[in-house]
């Protein structure tokens, strides 16, 4: 426990943030006295919030919360520039941090690993996590994802020599538009791939681009990059000269599947078997197993961890299986994503019929200029089905998509579109599940469609 944190106050605006309300857990854990507003919270952060007494009594912004006795505000990317809590802060000349400005104070003086990237970020994050706790290491970390054998997804504590950083492209609070992930300066930064994403704030590919660019370039004398040189863009910035800089290059980790169960092929440990799959999967396989490396963890004992992964929360989990049937959920939602998740299941089990179901969700997934990147992201399906709500779409205030704008884009004329998640649920049930598996893609709920029910419905 840091000195006299008994007497620290923090106040927390929008706390039902994913890493926000974690890190208001981890700081009332450490002994500080933590407050918090927001309008809107989500579970899980409702019952977690419950269980640690932080969450608001109710929601709204209340400036009577921000008094002078206050070490720090910390604000949450959700907030507006006008929240009336930051103003009162502002005028009472309080310190305002954005959440990655707070985690790089708190880690200064410890050596730094960011993971970046438009996929896997979370995925490689949780490896690293699974193979320094495997092998008992003491370290901080943030996470963007639920992680078994974690209680929580922040640790900040005084003794840990080093931090890994799930390092995300997005801007970092209302008030600052640079991305999350230039505010760390790491020592060691992992990039796993550039796919366009978050048209919203990029609305180009080059504006895109040029923040892992930027994050590259940022890595001090005796620093490395790690990076996916399969990915012809990000290995022109990967090999970039850089004065003491380190490029450390990989690709797809050696593997083959047997019967449903995925193998990675070593020449010192043999065969080791492993819970997750797909070539994307491998390539996170190969970009963490660098940066144990570089945190000394040998070949042997990083093996004999990974052989445990069960992945990150909502990354290709299994909701449920049978003899002939698997029923995987999976956080996809850009076309990146969509594409590697579908072809990994239909690569594992390529004798089952899969059904490939995609919520169009976030800001630029249901834009009409992004719309196109989806071109063909599907086509590793048998039955491919697209789901999104038009209300949605309005509340965005976006140019409404029609069935056939979406069919377009896919480039998929047998495309199954659905805007009612009942309708879906219907079609999904009147499905031939003889030797055949389920993907559903999202970072929604379907229209907060029963997914156990589903399950059960399938599964009989």
């Known amino acids: ?84 809590e930051l103003k009162k802060a502002q005028e009472l000349g309080i310190k305002v941090y954005s959440y990655p400005e707070y985690i790089f104070e708190q880690s200064e003086d410890k050596q730094r690993v960011v993971i970046a990237g438009s996929h896997g970020k979370t995925t490689i994050t949780s490896m690293v996590l699974h193979v320094l706790n495997f092998n008992k290491r003491v370290f901080n970390y943030l996470v963007g994802a639920q992680i078994e054998g974690f209680e929580n997804m922040v640790k900040l504590s005084d003794e840990a020599p080093v931090i890994v950083i799930e390092g995300d492209e997005y801007f970092t609070s209302p008030l600052d538009k640079t991305p999350k992930f ?35 370039d940022s890595i001090p004398k005796a620093g490395a990059i790690i990076f996916d040189q399969t990915d012809d863009m990000l290995d022109v910035i990967g090999q970039k000269e850089r004065p003491d800089v380190v490029s450390v290059p990989y690709e797809a980790h050696p593997y083959k599947i047997e019967d449903g169960k995925t193998l990675l092929i070593t020449a010192e440990q043999g065969e080791v078997p492993v819970l997750v799959f797909g070539e994307h999967n491998m390539k996170n396989i190969s970009g963490a197993k660098e940066v144990c490396e570089r945190l000394g963890i040998i070949d042997e004992n990083f093996y004999a961890a990974i052989q445990t992964f069960k992945g990150a929360s909502k990354r290709m989990e299994l909701l449920g299986s049978n003899d002939e049937i698997n029923i995987y959920r999976d956080f996809a939602h850009a076309p990146s994503k969509v594409e590697a998740t579908t072809s990994a299941v239909k690569a594992q089990f390529p004798d089952r019929t899969l059904v490939a179901v995609a919520e169009l969700h976030t800001f630029s997934s249901l834009n009409k200029t ?3 990147q989806y071109r063909r992201k599907l086509n590793a399906a048998d039955v491919a089905v697209v789901y999104y709500n038009p209300l949605t779409v309005e509340h965005k205030r976006l140019e409404p998509i029609s069935e056939s704008d979406i069919r377009e884009a896919f480039k998929r004329e047998d495309l199954n579109v659905f805007t009612d998640s009942n309708e879906m649920l219907n079609f999904l049930k009147n499905q031939d599940w003889n030797q055949a598996n389920l993907l559903l893609m999202s970072s929604g709920t379907f229209g907060d469609l029963n997914l156990k029910g589903l399950v059960d419905e399938v599964i009989k």
């Open 1 to 84: 426990m840091s000195q006299n944190s008994q007497s620290r106050k923090i106040h927390f605006i929008s706390i039902g943030g994913s890493v926000m309300h974690n890190l208001a857990i981890e700081l009332q854990q450490k002994g500080f006295t933590i407050t918090g507003s927001d309008d809107e919270i989500y579970e899980p952060s409702v019952s977690r919030l419950k269980k640690h007494g932080l969450l608001p009594d109710e929601m709204g912004w209340f400036p009577e919360k921000v008094t002078t006795d206050l070490e720090a505000v910390i604000l949450g990317m959700h907030a507006r520039e006008d929240n009336p």
């Open 370 to 372: 992004f719309l196109k």
């Open 182 to 216: 230039m505010h760390y300066q790491p020592h060691i930064a992992l990039i796993s791939g550039i796919a366009w994403d978050h048209f919203n704030v990029f609305p180009t590919w080059e504006s895109y681009v040029k923040q892992f660019e930027l994050l590259a």
